[in-house]
């Protein structure tokens, strides 16, 4: 006899099949990004990531607002500033764009938890992640800079600083920052496995931060290796990161399942502008279904472990009742 929860044509082995699913997608679960720039009124589409937009603080206000009315709680913030210098000041500036539309989030809709993105890249003209002299990126310097914005969103109103740099010691230090400064009640979730990935390219179009000279691959992961994902999310769980995050997720399930296996953290899952966008160009040229695509893959990136997932599906998800 065949297995009951084998697909069958008829009703109850549906239900047996959902009953026995070991991984139900729970969109509870999803984060929405949200690219934020200067200016009032503005609204800019990004050619490379369909549906998604670069918004000023008032549309990202009537955004947030209309997808917290879907019931999306949580979102993740990255500005980009209109001006950028050597030293990515814009990133700790106390009326910095980040900084504005925290303030003006939690003060319009208290009820969305704010995930702030913590890097240099998109406030520096170099576009690198750090302090560079002579062609370098320097860590020491750089992790003063990464403290003093840490320390401006906690005081902008931030529910969860998410540094995305790869600064070696930024979780300890950001955490010595903020402690000292009275937030030490406020998680950081750490981009702890980050990969130098081909699939940010669109990311990097939106927030105008593809590096200027070289690469970031002095400071990324090499998509050869995982053991050193292992090592580098127990280093963030021993600096005292509160959520541990693996990026992008679709080319490093095995990853997500390895670092699952090594921690009792929570872990989220970056789904990634490549992965978002190869989706909708798939959907736009007629060679796959956007809905099967891209609940499958989400659904991959829980099964392998991941507790929450960063996604810009998101508002599709909810909008079109995805799951
Ligand atoms: C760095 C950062 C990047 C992404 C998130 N934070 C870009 C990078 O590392 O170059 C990529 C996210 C995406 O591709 O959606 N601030």
Redesign the pocket.
């Known amino acids: 006899m065949d297995c009951p929860w084998r697909p069958r044509r008829n009703r109850s082995s549906r239900i047996l099949r959902d009953l026995a699913a070991e991984t139900v997608p729970d969109r509870k679960k999803l984060i929405m990004p949200h690219f934020v720039m200067e200016g009032s009124g503005l609204r800019q589409e990004i050619a490379s990531m369909p549906g998604i937009e670069r918004v000023c603080v008032d549309n990202l206000l009537r955004d947030a607002e209309s997808d917290l009315r879907l019931g999306i709680s949580a979102v993740l913030l990255f500005g980009i500033p209109s001006q950028k210098d050597p030293l990515g000041s814009g990133a700790y500036a106390e009326n910095g764009i980040v900084q504005r539309a925290v303030r003006a989030l939690k003060r319009e809709l208290p009820d969305i938890l704010v995930i702030t ?1 913590l ?1 240099l ?2 406030y520096t003209d170099h576009g690198h ?1 750090g302090v560079v002299r002579d062609g370098a990126v320097l860590n020491d310097p750089t992790l003063e800079l990464l403290q003093k914005t840490a320390l401006s969103q906690a005081r902008a109103g931030s529910d969860m600083i998410a540094p ?1 740099d790869m600064m070696d010691g930024r979780v300890g230090a950001m955490r010595n920052a903020l402690d000292e400064g009275g937030f030490d009640c406020l998680p950081i979730m750490a981009y702890s496995v ?1 990969y130098s990935s081909a ?2 390219g ?3 179009d939106a927030a105008g ?1 593809a590096p200027q000279f070289g690469d ?1 691959k002095t400071y ?1 992961m090499d998509c050869r290796n995982s053991r050193e994902a292992e090592r580098e999310a127990l280093l963030d769980a021993d600096e005292g990161a509160d959520i541990l995050m693996v990026k992008p997720a679709l080319s490093y399930l095995d990853i997500i399942a390895r670092v699952r296996a090594v921690t009792d953290l929570p872990l989220c899952a ?1 789904n ?3 992965e978002y966008s190869m989706v909708k160009a798939m959907a736009k040229l007629g060679y796959g279904d956007e809905r099967n695509l891209a609940v499958e893959i989400l659904t991959s990136i829980f099964r392998a472990g991941a507790d929450m997932v960063i996604s810009y599906h998101t508002r599709d998800v909810y909008r079109h009742g995805w799951f």
């Open positions: 993105d890097c890249c998109e992640c995305s980050k699939f940010y669109p990311f990097r931060s970031r990324q970056y990634v502008s490549g």
